[in-house]
């Protein structure tokens, strides 16, 4: 993935900010001490767990990336489709691509993940909820 490196590195730094104590820290969506997690709804769980089988250098994830998927997920379809390459749900999924942990570079493209995001919520998610 062409963005791991730089937020590799920008992780690290931010990390070194917190040992610091640094006041003004920078933004880092994938801290895991800046965003910790509040809820973990069981429909969170089941996206995690798709979304591992297609990129297992995947290992953390934090409030940021859970917020992101229900805010997928409380989109309408049409409003996703209209916003998928510019606008809220782009937002919405470099946010979550952001704030995701990887133990090693993915193997998927930053574009890959989004497009693979976006399948999970909307086939593997939202149809079985309505069978449910």
Same mark, same amino acid.
């Not at 920008?10 to 800046?34: A, F, I, P, Q, V």
């Given at each position: ?38 809820? *973990?709804? $069981? ?9 591992? &089988?297609?990129?297992? %250098? =995947? !290992? ?37 691509? *952001?704030? $995701? ?9 930053? &574009?890959?993940?989004? %497009? =693979? !995001? ?15």
């Amino acid at each position: 993935m062409e963005w791991y490196h730089q937020w590799e590195n920008e992780y690290k730094t931010h990390k070194e900010e917190h040992e610091l104590r640094t006041e003004e820290l920078d933004e880092c969506l994938s801290c895991e001490l800046c965003y910790p997690i509040v809820n *973990e709804p $069981i429909v969170f769980k089941k996206f995690w767990d798709a979304l591992f &089988k297609f990129e297992d %250098a =995947i !290992i953390i994830y934090n409030d940021v990336t859970i917020k992101g998927v229900l805010s997928l997920l409380s989109m309408d379809n049409s409003e996703r489709e209209d916003t998928i390459h510019k606008g809220r749900c782009r937002d919405i999924m470099d946010r979550i691509t *952001e704030s $995701i942990r990887y133990r090693i570079q993915p193997k998927i493209k930053e &574009k890959g993940l989004r %497009a =693979i !995001i976006l399948v999970i919520v909307r086939d593997c998610i939202e149809r079985n909820l309505e069978n449910e």
